[in-house]
């Protein structure tokens, strides 16, 4: 059991990284990306055609993930420069389409679909299962930590008023002088370089991996994560990635306990299952489990109200 | 700014993160039962046959328990769906392995969650046991505990171009869809039908599945008007490839694989399926077995292949018991050496589990033939394959025009 939940724990890791990813493109910017799936592919194989076949150690492999994020987050995002909200949602859609049929028609680099298998993982020597298991999600867990410091700075920063302010009305921000454009490029090539790494460290994670994996759905276990969690607040879709994925598996346990719904009704109800839960957060609660705080002025500093 | 107790509460949460991982009980439920783990694609791709391999497996614990049992224990099964999709299955099969501590996941369907889910079934020592037609399978199985109830892709591949040329036709033209099933066929085809001194036509590709319509596809592969064409596929497209087909008017022979021409693509095309041409890998003719599995799933016996996926579910539980008793032990090592002795030709020939069950109590070698083939495996633990037929669809039935044997 305790294998399993550390498994999960992984697993929650990667949703989380990808959770503030988006959280740092959508929840504070207010840029669409329905992409994940995309750069999420492209960080896997990145680093794994890099360490298979050029011979790249683990660690070079994230960092050439995260690098090619960088790279095509912003080119993505300057070629989609006059493109905003709905339109952005349909270029990175796209992208992510032809991320996954480059990965399944380009036999030559990536194998197409009968896939790529990983054997380098760090340190793969010195543990046996279960402590290997532990091992990696420390890795894990320092990413998401990582991640998340970065993204909380940037956020409390003067930047992440400026990244606000880009999502409320971005003409305003301009008029009080400041480039949105350049603003949205950093941002959104910041967001696909966490992207891509999750997708690295995933890849090494299961060892084996083909188009099948990334799949639109992950992008929307993602958007779930984010909307439950609370847009804008980088604590709360943490808790978002964390209940998103113990419907997912949690459901999995009522066959086990279930014995009047046979197994093929149940997976069918499984899915209803979290798609009705959805709807009832965003019905009662459309700020999420933890909603965006609002910035007060500091205590000791008079404020007075102007009518 | 108010929020000032981020980095604490970061703490807390880690901490008690680690906590509840480290001194959760150990959820094991008792060592009693013997646990198999089934993981089928009930939804997703697989979807139109995910349920049949669910009630195969389940039909036949059931006959087992309420007879006892095997070693004396109660069998207990615990299904999951893979959804299709290897980033599901991973999770599903964590589940299994770690808290059902499952000796064996059995009914996997796609390559990339066979494949996907290998690795980890390797490190905790566990049988596979799948119908995925992947040649990556054999290669990456490096512990011996993989078992395949479905031929390799190039067996279908040679087959059906046996089958196409001892049939008269000369000229074709090939498209497939582009996955690891399918797209493996086309060279063993190539090979056999040029072999057989007949011409491809056209340089043979691969579409994306998935589209709303095959147009372009359909246009490519019937430019230079080949004799017949070669399209292996899955259901769901190959609907949409042969309306295209028909639509532009084609009139030669369609060759395709079984599992492409059921019961829903006929619902779907009615009479313009006509003439289609279809092959799969069979049980020997009359196969008792088929029979038994049918009267188990309360099917009638239309004359058409029915379930192809179902009768696998079927064998690869109903060996995978047999291999546990005959080996006296549920040990998935040991019981993976037992596959072999069951299934291969050199005992008394049994389809119904319980009647093999008594057999190996009294003592006698077993040759378990299944309802989806004679199941033999080669050394890696892929089946053999020996009968495969070939269908022509008349007036809405599968007609039988050749079967041959290898």
Same mark, same amino acid.
């Given at each position: 059991m305790s294998a399993y939940l550390i498994s999960i724990a992984t697993f929650v890791g990667f949703y989380m990284i990808l959770a503030l990813a988006l959280n740092l493109q959508w929840g504070l910017t207010g840029m669409v990306n329905f992409g994940i799936a995309g750069f999420f592919g492209m960080g896997a194989y990145t680093s794994g055609l890099l360490t298979v076949y050029v011979g790249f150690p683990f660690l070079a492999g994230v960092a050439s993930a995260g690098l090619m994020g960088l790279v095509a987050g912003a080119f993505l995002s300057m070629l989609s420069v006059r493109l905003r909200g709905d339109y952005l949602a349909i270029v990175t859609l796209g992208f992510a389409e032809i991320v996954r049929l480059f990965l399944l028609n380009e036999d030559w680099l990536t194998r197409g679909p009968r896939g790529l298998s990983i054997d380098v993982r760090p340190m793969s020597e010195s543990f046996d299962r279960n402590e290997y298991g532990i091992f990696y999600l420390g890795i894990v867990a320092l990413t998401v930590l990582i991640v998340y410091f970065i993204v909380e700075k940037m956020r409390r920063a003067p930047y992440g008023r400026v990244m606000r302010a880009i999502r409320e009305d971005d003409v305003v921000t301009e008029t009080l002088g400041k480039n949105a454009f350049f603003y949205r490029v950093q941002v959104f090539s910041i967001g696909s370089m966490f992207m891509c790494i999750a997708g690295a460290l995933y890849a090494h994670y299961v060892q084996s991996i083909s188009p099948d994996h990334f799949v639109p759905m992950v992008a929307i276990f993602i958007w779930m994560s984010v909307i439950v969690g609370g847009a804008g607040n980088n604590n709360g879709l943490l808790i978002g990635a964390g209940v998103v994925m113990l419907i997912l598996e949690g459901s999995r346990f009522l066959g086990d306990f279930v014995s009047f719904v046979d197994a093929e009704s149940l997976s069918a109800i499984r899915i209803i299952f979290i798609g009705v839960l959805l709807i009832l957060v965003i019905r009662f609660r459309p700020q999420g489990l933890l909603p965006e705080p609002k910035f007060q002025a500091p205590v000791g500093i008079k404020t007075t109200r102007v009518n | 700014m108010t929020i000032k107790h981020t980095r604490r509460t970061i703490l807390k949460a880690t901490a008690a993160t680690v906590f509840t991982t480290a001194f959760i009980p150990n959820l094991v439920w008792a060592n009693g039962p013997i646990n198999i783990g089934s993981l089928t694609p009930n939804t997703g791709g697989g979807g139109p046959f995910g349920p /049949?391999? %669910?009630?195969?497996?389940?039909?036949? $614990?059931?006959?087992?328990?309420?007879? !006892? +049992?095997?070693? !004396?224990?109660? &069998?207990?099964?615990?299904?999951?769906?893979?959804?299709?999709?290897?980033? /599901?299955?991973?999770?599903?099969?964590?589940?299994?392995?770690?808290?059902?501590?499952?000796?064996?996941?059995? +009914? %996997?369907?796609?390559?990339?969650?066979?494949?996907?889910?290998?690795?980890?079934?390797?490190?905790?020592?566990?049988?596979?046991?799948? @119908?995925?037609?992947?040649?990556?399978?054999?290669?990456?199985?490096?512990?011996?505990? $993989?078992?395949?109830?479905?031929?390799?892709?190039?067996?279908?591949?040679?087959?059906?171009?046996?089958?196409?040329?001892?049939? !008269?036709?000369? *000229?074709?033209?090939?498209?497939?869809?582009?996955?690891?099933?399918?797209?493996?066929? &086309? *060279?063993?085809?190539?090979? %056999?039908? @040029?072999? +057989?001194?007949?011409?491809? $036509? *056209?340089?043979?590709?691969?579409?994306?599945?998935?589209?709303?319509?095959?147009?372009?596809? &359909?246009?490519?592969?019937?430019?230079?008007?080949?004799?017949? &064409?070669?399209?292996?596929?899955?259901v769901t497209d190959f609907t949409a490839v042969y309306k295209e087909l028909y639509r532009a008017g084609y009139e030669g022979k369609v060759f395709t694989v079984s599992i492409a021409t059921g019961s829903k693509f006929k619902k779907a095309i009615g009479d313009a399926a006509n003439g289609i041409l279809h092959g799969l890998p069979v049980p020997p003719l009359e196969s008792e077995a088929y029979k038994f599995y049918l009267k188990l799933q309360g099917l009638e016996d239309t004359g058409n292949m029915q379930h192809p996926f179902g009768t696998a579910g079927m064998d690869q539980i109903s060996t995978l018991l047999l291999a546990m008793e005959s080996a006296g032990t549920d040990d998935a090592n040991e019981a993976a050496k037992h596959i072999w002795k069951v299934s291969n030709p050199n005992g008394e020939r049994v389809w119904d589990v319980l009647e093999g069950i008594k057999l190996l109590r009294a003592g006698k070698a077993i040759n378990y033939t299944g309802a989806s083939s004679e199941i033999d495996f080669d050394d890696e633990g892929m089946i053999k394959a020996r009968h495969f037929q070939l269908w022509e669809i008349r007036d809405g039935q599968d007609v039988t025009i050749e079967r041959i044997q290898s």
């Open positions: - | /049949t391999i %669910t009630a195969a497996h389940k039909s036949i $614990v059931d006959r087992v328990n309420a007879a !006892g +049992g095997i070693l !004396g224990r109660r &069998v207990e099964l615990f299904q999951n769906n893979s959804e299709t999709n290897p980033e /599901t299955a991973i999770r599903a099969a964590r589940k299994l392995v770690d808290v059902n501590k499952v000796k064996a996941i059995i +009914g %996997t369907f796609s390559s990339s969650v066979t494949l996907g889910i290998m690795p980890l079934c390797q490190e905790a020592n566990v049988i596979q046991m799948c @119908t995925s037609s992947s040649a990556d399978i054999p290669a990456k199985d490096k512990k011996g505990l $993989v078992f395949n109830f479905q031929a390799l892709s190039p067996r279908w591949g040679k087959a059906i171009a046996d089958l196409a040329l001892s049939n !008269g036709y000369k *000229n074709f033209a090939i498209m497939a869809l582009n996955n690891d099933f399918t797209s493996s066929m &086309v *060279n063993s085809f190539v090979e %056999t039908v @040029t072999a +057989g001194g007949a011409e491809i $036509v *056209n340089k043979p590709f691969y579409y994306n599945g998935g589209q709303a319509s095959y147009r372009a596809e &359909v246009a490519k592969l019937i430019e230079d008007d080949p004799k017949a &064409v070669f399209i292996p596929s899955y």
